[in-house]
């Protein structure tokens, strides 16, 4: 037999390793279909909530906190920025209003913050990492054997809560005239970023209750929810007391009404775990 020449000795190596792999293919198919669409859309949004965290935030001072102190006065300053936010509203947070209800001196609010702007920065980023810790908490639990009911109101109770902790946080996120890179424009990217992170985690959450909804009427369901919560919940911000509990009953009501076709099918249920009743010992 003549001996084989380079070109066709490569030609089979080539052949051999395209064998090898379409052999590892169907392997590699086969793992991937057994991914949920739940653990498909979760992967998506970790990857985002780690972009967000490390490339969108703002830069907001002039100086970081070392020590303890140093935290205990930036938290200070921060308070003061709310509560004079709160009373009277984002214009009237100057630096000299913030230093003067902190009680300490104007300068001391320069050692960390570059101008007002930055405080309110730095407000709005302490109001989203609360956020997000609720966030974590309220869909962590496996949405497949709990009530609809019960469902929508381990959301919506600790995010009106929250709302009701921090009477700044609707003004802060209020809509404000500046370039979109400046440091006035840094609450806007982030209600932006904690907008998309809830729609993300419902849309999680629907994919686990009803495996069968399309990705596009999870995603339309998930922004529709997270749409009349937030309009809901800012609205609920700007009534009096007495008023309140109604329209946070109203919301958890239109979210049901909305989400029952969706998430409460015959097949979702017949699907969905059930507990096993307990064995009972004879003697």
Not at 67 to 81: E, F, M
Not at 118 to 135: C, K, N, P, T, Y
């Amino acid at each position: 037999m003549p001996p084989r020449s380079p070109r066709t000795t490569q030609r089979t190596a080539q052949g051999a390793s395209s064998s090898r792999a379409s052999s590892r293919a169907p392997k590699r198919v086969a793992e991937r279909d057994t991914e949920s669409a739940a653990e498909r859309v979760a992967k998506v949004v970790a990857e985002r909530t780690t972009a967000d965290q490390t490339d969108d935030s703002p830069d907001t001072y002039r100086r970081q906190p070392r020590q303890s102190r140093g935290q205990r006065r930036v938290d200070l300053l921060l308070d003061a920025a709310a509560d004079v936010i709160a009373e009277h509203g984002l214009n009237a947070a100057t630096a000299e209003a913030i230093a003067q209800r902190a009680k300490t001196a104007k300068g001391s609010l320069y050692q960390f913050f570059p101008n007002r702007d930055a405080v309110v920065a730095a407000l709005a980023l302490r109001f989203a990492d609360e956020l997000r810790s609720i966030h974590e908490r309220a869909f962590a639990t496996d949405p497949r054997g709990l009530p609809l009911n019960r469902l929508i109101d381990r959301i919506v109770r600790p995010l009106a809560a929250f709302h009701d902790r921090n009477p700044a946080f609707r003004r802060v996120f209020m809509t404000a005239d500046a370039p979109i890179d400046s440091t006035g424009a840094a609450p806007n990217r982030i209600r932006s970023q904690l907008f998309e992170s809830i729609v993300d985690r419902l849309d999680i959450l629907f994919a686990a209750r009803n495996p069968r909804l399309s990705s596009r009427e999870r995603r339309r369901a998930a922004v529709v929810s997270a749409t009349i919560g937030q309009a809901l919940l800012a609205r609920r911000d700007r009534v009096i007391a007495s008023e309140r509990k109604p329209i946070l009953d109203d919301l958890r009501h239109v979210l049901f009404a909305y989400l029952t076709p969706l998430l409460d099918t015959p097949a979702v249920a017949a699907a969905a775990p059930r507990k096993r009743a307990p064995r009972t010992v004879t003697g």
